[in-house]
């Protein structure tokens, strides 16, 4: 369990296009999110002070907007 989180947090963390003011607690929180739905990142998008991690796996796609003060999930879509 710890390993596979770590895997996660890793994935997310390492990713070259994520801003550098992203917090630690933000991206295990987020990393906790995507082991517990079996997401995988596909793109992160930087616009200012807004960052948006765009997740999916075989049935749904996630995207989580995270800014300095906080962050949410933005948007959820079925696939088909």
Known sequence: MVITMMLEFMELALQPNLP?????TTI???AKYLKF????VTN??????????????HK????FKVTPEYWRVSNISLLS
Do not use: E, F, M, P
């Open 20 to 24: 550098s003011w992203v917090q630690d």
């Open 28 to 30: 295990l929180a987020i």
């Open 37 to 40: 739905h079996r997401l995988t």
């Open 44 to 57: 992160i998008v930087s616009k200012g002070d807004k960052c948006y991690i765009l997740t999916r796996n």
């Open 60 to 63: 749904i796609a996630v995207t």
